[in-house]
């Protein structure tokens, strides 16, 4: 069973410049996340979707960071314009409807110099 | 807003030592409490999970101990061996609301040869 895929793994970029990462889930997962996880701390929920509606964004900084899962499927999540602070494992989990257990893709590394 | 909070932060032990890990949270909403182990460039991935009903679960040489009335849970790794070196994040949710998971802060296990 192929888990969830995440592009690119890396990525630099400079401040106040945009950047995007794409997620595929696990196929039949209709249960979507996008997790921001700072070196030396654990993940922290950024957003939720179920099927392509949002369920939870409320810990997502809504006036940079965007995200998408327009057919309830692959999903991107956005950041326009990023921040020093902003750098980062973005990282992307999937769950079946009824299972208690997320998949979570490798993420993707963000460093904003 | 930290509603779970994890220790030690490091951990050293040599081969063949019991590793233990401690969580405490806060809400008392929470019915599913996940350890996740994450290897350097991977995803986190489940480990063992409990629910409140129980105060114990093991699977081979993982054990969660769980008190409910402290509100705080354990990881124990028996016989621990170098490729158990890696972070541990326990976490914890409310599988009716949607199971996003609040997450530790993770504790980075060493086990010496």
């Known amino acids: 069973e192929a888990g969830v895929a995440q592009s690119p793994r890396y990525k630099i970029i400079e401040k106040r410049q945009s950047v995007a990462f794409w997620c595929n889930p696990i196929?039949?997962?209709?249960?979507l996340y996008w997790y921001q996880q700072i070196l030396g701390q654990g993940p922290k929920l950024l957003i939720q979707?179920?099927?392509?509606?949002?369920?939870?964004d409320s810990q997502l900084p809504k006036d940079r960071f965007s995200a998408e899962r327009l057919k309830g499927v692959d999903s991107t999540l956005k950041i326009q314009p990023a921040k020093l602070e902003d750098s980062a494992v973005y990282l992307c989990?999937?769950?079946?409807?009824?299972?208690?257990?997320?998949?979570f893709g490798q993420g993707t590394r963000l460093t904003v110099v | 807003q930290q509603q779970v909070k994890q220790s030690p932060q490091s951990l050293i032990v040599q081969k063949g030592g019991i590793s233990i890990i401690n969580c405490a949270y806060e809400n008392t909403a929470f019915d599913y409490f996940p350890w996740y182990q994450q290897f350097p460039g991977k995803g986190p991935a489940l480990l063992i999970a409990?629910?409140?009903?129980?105060s114990e679960k093991k699977e081979g040489r993982f054990t969660i101990s769980f008190n409910k009335s402290a509100k705080q849970f354990s990881l124990h790794i028996m016989d621990s061996q170098p490729g158990d070196s890696a972070t541990y994040f326990c976490?914890?949710?409310?599988?009716?609301?949607?199971?996003?998971?609040?997450f530790g802060a993770g504790t980075r296990l060493t086990v010496k040869p």
């Open positions: 989990a999937s769950r079946f409807t009824g299972s208690t257990e997320a998949f």
């Open positions: 976490a914890a949710s409310m599988l009716y609301n949607n199971n996003d998971m609040r």
């Open positions: 409990i629910r409140p009903d129980v």
């Open positions: 979707f179920q099927n392509n509606g949002v369920v939870d």
């Open positions: 196929s039949g997962h209709a249960t």
